[in-house]
């Protein structure tokens, strides 16, 4: 599949903005959010912000985004739509949320039930943003049980270093949030091995001779391209990407997105307090360009049963 710019980006930000919501409203009902309007401003802004600018993004591959508003009259049967609505819906909580921390100064009570209810939609979000892929079966390599737990771990991991780089902005830290760190980041990274190793060890039912219905009479091979020059449908459906790159690529993303932020988690503990939001900081920045390169990847990779009429032996 052709992999989109906007697609890339709207599914990492939002993704990472969804993460840091989620955990902002466990912490609150745990009662650990501290009541600092700084803090609330940095850390609500950065979510919401980097949730709205993923979102904008994603309209920019419509063919007319003027019409996006449509696409929430559809929740009953897809997932695109459901994404939508409960987007839209995680801001009515996440905002009164905001109302709370920012203006009243206060994370407990009634204002740690709209933290809850924006975890909720924020992880119910990403769910159906994994289920928007997962469900096209005519991709292989997205239709499988490792898409949804691959984006929530990668929401999680993304989400949880943002907010240690906020909080070490202001000087406070969170044992158990550096647990956290620890714990989400080699488990996103084992999730991501294992759909690599699933995608590159599994293969499509579908082939030239099932498309066509002529396997029963032999290999089935393409006589003649269908046209001279390349169409909509080989653009962007027929994308290819050569598996040396796709292994280099792969290895870049594990060390950004997973083993560097781990590392940089750890000397953070072991340097003066003063330099620890340079280590919080570049361990959320080099991790979000890791699941950027890792979402590349998870486009450029994925083969559509279409480019079976096209030449392709199987998808």
């Not at 070490?168 to 991501?192: E, N, Q, R, T, V």
């Not at 653009?235 to 781990?262: C, D, S, T």
């Not at 890792?294 to 096209?310: D, G, I, M, P, S």
Request: hydrophobic share 55%.
């Amino acid at each position: 599949m052709h992999p989109a710019l906007s697609v890339i980006v709207f599914t990492t930000s939002s993704g990472a903005g969804y993460g840091l919501l989620a955990w902002l409203g466990v912490w609150a009902v745990a009662g650990w959010l501290p009541a600092n309007r700084g803090l609330a401003a940095a850390s609500l802004g950065l979510s919401l912000g980097a949730i709205t600018v993923g979102l904008l993004s994603s309209t920019l591959h419509l063919g007319h985004p003027e019409r996006a508003w449509r696409a929430f009259s559809q929740w009953r049967s897809s997932w695109l739509s459901r994404e939508g609505v409960s987007s839209a819906a995680t801001y009515v909580p996440a905002l009164l949320f905001a109302l709370g921390w920012l203006v009243i100064g206060s994370t407990s009570g009634i204002w740690a039930l709209f933290g809850a209810l924006s975890a909720v939609g924020a992880v119910a979000t990403v769910v159906c943003t994994a289920f928007i892929y997962q469900s096209l079966k005519p991709i292989q390599r997205w239709s499988n049980g490792w898409v949804l737990p691959n984006y929530l771990a990668l929401s999680a991991m993304t989400g949880v270093l943002w907010l240690i780089a906020v909080l070490s902005l202001f000087g406070m830290m969170d044992d158990y949030l550096i647990l956290a760190a620890f714990l989400c980041i080699p488990l996103a990274g084992f999730l991501k091995v294992r759909y690599w190793r699933f995608i590159d060890r599994t293969a499509s039912l579908s082939d030239a001779g099932t498309a066509t219905g002529l396997g029963a009479l032999g290999r089935v091979r393409l006589f003649e391209a269908p046209h001279t020059s390349e169409n909509y449908l080989m653009k962007e459906m027929g994308f290819r990407i050569a598996r040396k790159h796709a292994a280099k690529l792969r290895i870049i993303a594990l060390v950004a997105a997973f083993f560097l932020p781990q590392l940089l988690t750890l000397t953070g503990l072991l340097i003066p307090e003063a330099l620890l939001p340079l280590c919080a900081i570049a361990a959320a920045v080099i991790a979000t360009i890791g699941v950027l390169i890792e979402r590349w990847l998870f486009f450029a990779e994925a083969k559509h049963t279409v480019t079976l009429y096209y030449g392709a032996e199987r998808a």
